[in-house]
């Protein structure tokens, strides 16, 4: 099989639009985009791929030796030009040093502007057990409502920004380029144009399969919006819950 002449990472805090993101670069024809193929749960293809066999489906392969199964993700191209998959914190430290040291990988960083939301939406997939959403889906109930406290929002705030300086500085120090992406922004012509020229691929307006999950306004997702706005007033957090 054709190893892809393209390879690239997504790293991501989560909730923070990647499954979004997975499915709008999947949407380019020249383009195979998995989910998370390093999650400790299970193995995260692509979406057309998910009730396939495939030789990436192989978890005892991936545990077995991760450095071979990424080798095997990069020659399962499956005639696409362009290969990837994302990753968040904590998964496979072995992995994301490889391809963070890896020069040929392009990096792709995805971002939220507002880490509480993240955080809410985070707590509550926790909860359900819902961590994906996809157009054709069968309609979630209500979602419940959650605690967030001060200083848990400021040890979130922290643990985020701790994870992207470390993305970043790695890059820095080995003189990496990389391209910068905000979930907000990600249906916006002109990004998408941007990250279709940073992979190599013709410019074409992405469709997206991934739904927003959680658009309520934060104050009926939260159990204690006002409590948290006192405490978080007067502080660069207040602006979070705007």
Same mark, same amino acid.
């Given at each position: 099989? +054709?190893?892809?002449? @393209? ?6 805090? @989560?909730?923070?639009?990647?499954? !979004? /993101?997975?499915? /709008? ?13 390093? $999650?400790?749960?299970?193995?995260? +293809? ?26 095997? =993700?990069? @020659? ?22 490889? =391809? ?30 819902? *961590? ?22 400021? @040890?979130? =705030? ?19 380029? *990389? !391209? ?5 922004? /990600? ?12 992979? $190599? ?29 006192? #405490? /978080?007033? #007067?502080?660069? !957090?207040?602006? !979070?819950?705007?």
């Amino acid at each position: 099989m +054709t190893e892809a002449t @393209r390879r690239f990472v997504i790293l991501s805090a @989560r909730r923070s639009g990647s499954n !979004l /993101l997975c499915t /709008l670069i999947d949407s380019h024809p020249d383009a195979l985009c998995h989910h998370e193929l390093f $999650n400790p749960r299970g193995i995260f +293809t692509a979406l057309d791929l998910r009730d396939t066999s495939t030789p990436l489906h192989d978890i005892v392969a991936r545990e077995h030796d991760p450095i071979a199964y990424l080798a095997q =993700v990069w @020659r399962y191209a499956r005639g696409h030009a362009c290969v990837g998959f994302k990753m968040t914190p904590e998964q496979h430290p072995e992995i994301l040093q490889a =391809v963070l040291e890896d020069r040929g990988i392009a990096k792709l960083v995805l971002r939220r502007n507002n880490p509480l939301r993240a955080l809410v939406s985070e707590r509550i997939a926790e909860l359900t057990g819902r *961590w994906e959403a996809y157009a054709g889906e069968d309609e979630p109930g209500p979602p419940p409502r959650i605690h967030i406290e001060h200083d848990e929002l400021d @040890r979130h =705030v922290r643990q985020v920004e701790a994870f992207y300086d470390g993305l970043t500085g790695s890059m820095r120090r080995s003189g990496q380029r *990389w !391209l910068e992406l905000r979930y907000e922004s /990600l249906f916006d012509a002109g990004e998408q144009q941007r990250l279709c020229a940073f992979l $190599n691929l013709s410019p074409r307006a992405l469709q997206a399969r991934s739904i927003r999950q959680n658009p309520e306004p934060l104050e009926r997702l939260l159990d204690n919006a006002d409590a948290l706005r006192q #405490s /978080l007033a #007067s502080t660069p !957090l207040a602006r !979070l819950l705007d």
